[in-house]
């Protein structure tokens, strides 16, 4: 939070602009994500109230998107289908003690509910969620790598670590699973011009808005679209592959980054791009 000191009136007009086009990709993305992970779309949107302006709070660095990635979902739904059908009741509890779990180890709006659970079910999820936390871990600090390089930002670690626990702890509590940094949304928030933090905290309360208002509409949204949506971002993936090639067998002429060819794009757990100092 040590951004909110400096922060100047100016700011506020390009955080706006930053937060408000991140939310229009978190808020479809976002209810994608968790019918990948086995959950009602609904709970996408959850997870992304609270992880962007948490994440932004106790991070260091000020464009970095926290909240539901595709990686995190597919390890959700792989790590409690073998214990409960998912999209019931009990799978979506677990998903929620995996997010408590997650960040102990470093409509209408969510309603705030303490969770109780039998220590056997808690104790067989210690090893899966060591697991998530890793790749959040490890996601963050990619994420975190590739836009401090473009924003000469200094990456604190230790700092990005505590913001992504108590956003997964603290999240847990108003009904969100496991989430990470995401780089599509950390790019499009740099890109959109966003200065600090305050523009995840607008993209947050934008989707607090929107489930506050547009519920009834996100009713009607059929799921096929969202899957395409899913199937859309991996055709990017595919796409930025065998651009990759391209790049490094050219000493990246049209580069992604300003440093190639000592850098270049690479894929990262979440089907999204970052940097790698091995070109």
């Given at each position: 939070m040590l951004w909110l000191k400096g922060y100047e009136p100016s700011f506020l007009k390009k955080d706006a602009l930053a937060g408000l086009t991140v939310a229009a990709v978190l808020i479809p993305q976002s209810m994608a994500y968790a019918i990948l992970a086995g959950l009602p779309p609904v709970y996408g949107?959850?997870?992304?109230?609270?992880?962007?302006?948490?994440?932004?709070?106790?991070?260091?660095?000020?464009?970095?998107?926290?909240?539901?990635?595709?990686?995190?979902?597919?390890?959700?739904?792989?790590?409690?289908?073998?214990?409960?059908?998912?999209?019931?009741?009990?799978?979506?509890?677990?998903a929620f003690l995996l997010a408590l779990l997650v960040g102990e180890i470093q409509g209408g709006l969510p309603i705030p509910q303490m969770h109780t659970f039998d220590i056997g079910v808690i104790s067989s999820l210690i090893g899966p969620a060591t697991v998530i936390a890793l790749v959040?871990?490890?996601?963050?600090?990619?994420?975190?790598?590739?836009?401090?390089?473009?924003?000469?930002?200094?990456?604190?670690?230790?700092q990005e670590f505590i913001g992504q626990g108590l956003a997964n702890l603290m999240g847990s509590f108003f009904q969100s699973y496991p989430v990470?940094?995401?780089?599509?949304?950390?790019?499009?928030?740099?890109?959109?011009?966003?200065?600090?933090?305050?523009?995840?905290?607008?993209?947050?309360?934008?989707?607090?808005?929107?489930?506050?208002?547009?519920?009834?509409?996100?009713?009607?949204?059929?799921?096929?679209?969202?899957k395409y949506l899913l199937l859309d971002l991996q055709a990017i993936?595919?796409?930025?592959?065998?651009?990759?090639?391209?790049?490094?067998?050219?000493?990246?002429?049209?580069?992604?980054?300003?440093?190639?060819?000592?850098?270049?794009?690479?894929?990262?757990?979440?089907?999204?791009?970052?940097?790698?100092?091995?070109?």
């Open positions: 949107l959850y997870a992304a109230v609270s992880a962007p302006i948490i994440g932004a709070l106790w991070g260091s660095l000020r464009q970095l998107a926290t909240g539901p990635i595709a990686i995190m979902s597919l390890l959700v739904l792989t790590t409690l289908s073998p214990m409960a059908e998912p999209g019931s009741p009990e799978f979506i509890e677990l959040s871990f490890a996601e963050t600090y990619s994420v975190g790598k590739a836009i401090s390089s473009e924003t000469k930002q200094k990456l604190d670690v230790d990470s940094g995401s780089f599509s949304r950390t790019a499009i928030n740099f890109a959109s011009g966003a200065k600090t933090g305050i523009a995840c905290a607008i993209s947050s309360l934008t989707v607090i808005v929107s489930l506050l208002f547009l519920t009834p509409i996100f009713t009607y949204i059929p799921k096929t679209p969202l993936t595919i796409l930025f592959k065998q651009l990759d090639h391209v790049y490094c067998k050219n000493q990246c002429p049209y580069a992604l980054f300003n440093e190639c060819p000592e850098v270049k794009s690479k894929q990262l757990p979440d089907g999204d791009y970052g940097i790698d100092d091995n070109c």
